[in-house]
C-alpha cells in the first residue's frame, strides 16, 4: 500500500459531462502530482501542486482543471469529456515537505470511461 | 523534446532465464532516471533511481544500470512473480517533471 488513496477505481460516464477525481497524498507529502495513462501514449504528466499552489504543468487540456486544498487533498476535474479522455489517471505524491524530490508514490489510479 | 524509449515492448522468458531492459533517453540535462515496476490495475511503484553514468542499483533480482545514453534493467534468475510492465523515467534538470517510457511488458512463465 502506497500510502495515496484515489477515488472513485471506476467511473462510467458520458461525453460532455463533468466528472472529479479525488485524492489524498501519503501523510507528511505536501506534493500532489496527476497523470494521465492510455494504452498508446503511456504515463503523460498534467499537473503539479506543492502546499496548495500550482508548481508545474504538463500536457494538461484546457477542459481540465486541478486544486490542492489546505488539508493537501487534491482534486481533478474533467470537463466537456470527449471519447478520447478515457484513460486511468494516477495521482501521486513525494517528498515530504520537498518541491522537487522525484521519488514518487502512486495511488491506484481512476479509470474512466467514457461512452 | 525530451524522449524516453523502452525496448522491447514486451518480453517473455522461462523461469530462471535472465535478462535486460533497456531504457534510452534524449533529454536537454538529466536530474535522474529512474526505474519503477507497475502491476495490473495498480499504480506504478518506485525501484530505483540513479544519477550518473556508471552507477549501479540492486535489489533482489533486480539491477539498474546507467551510462550518458541509456539504462538497463537485468534480471537474474527471474521468477513468476516478477512478471509485471516495468516502467523507464528521466527527470531533466530544468522542467523537473518526471517523463516516463511506454514500458516493458515482462511475463515470466513456471
Known amino acids: 500500500d502506497s500510502g495515496v488513496t484515489q477515488t472513485p477505481k471506476h467511473l462510467i460516464t458520458a461525453t460532455g459531462q463533468r466528472v472529479t477525481l479525488r485524492c489524498s497524498p501519503r501523510?507528511?507529502?505536501?506534493?500532489v502530482y496527476w497523470y494521465q495513462q492510455s494504452l498508446d501514449q503511456g504515463l503523460q504528466f498534467l499537473i503539479q501542486?506543492?502546499?496548495?499552489?500550482?508548481?508545474a504543468k504538463g500536457n494538461i487540456l484546457e477542459r481540465f482543471s486541478a486544486q490542492q486544498f489546505p488539508d493537501l487533498h487534491s482534486e481533478l476535474n474533467l470537463s466537456s469529456l470527449e471519447l478520447g479522455d478515457s484513460a486511468l489517471y494516477f495521482c501521486?505524491?513525494?517528498?515530504?515537505?520537498?518541491?522537487?524530490?522525484?521519488?514518487?508514490?502512486f495511488g491506484s489510479g481512476t479509470q474512466l470511461s467514457v461512452l | 523534446e525530451d524522449q524516453v524509449t523502452q525496448s522491447p515492448e514486451a518480453l517473455r522468458l522461462q523461469e530462471g532465464e535472465s535478462s535486460s531492459l533497456n531504457c534510452s533517453y534524449t533529454?536537454?540535462?538529466?536530474?535522474?532516471l529512474f526505474w519503477y515496476r507497475q502491476d495490473p490495475g495498480k499504480g506504478p511503484e518506485f525501484l530505483f533511481t540513479?544519477?550518473?553514468a556508471g552507477e549501479e542499483k540492486e535489489k533482489e533480482r533486480l539491477k539498474a544500470t546507467l551510462t550518458k545514453k541509456e539504462s538497463f534493467l537485468h534480471i537474474t534468475a527471474p521468477k513468476p512473480e516478477d512478471s509485471a510492465t516495468y516502467l523507464c523515467?528521466?527527470?531533466?534538470?530544468?522542467?523537473?517533471?518526471?517523463?516516463f517510457g511506454t514500458g516493458t511488458r515482462l511475463l515470466v512463465s513456471p
Open positions: 501521486a505524491s513525494s517528498g515530504g515537505e520537498s518541491p522537487t524530490n522525484e521519488k514518487l508514490f
Open positions: 533529454v536537454s540535462g538529466l536530474r535522474g
Open positions: 540513479l544519477y550518473s
Open positions: 501542486y506543492y502546499n496548495g499552489e500550482e508548481r
Open positions: 523515467a528521466v527527470q531533466t534538470t530544468g522542467f523537473q517533471k518526471l517523463v
Open positions: 501523510s507528511g507529502d505536501l506534493s
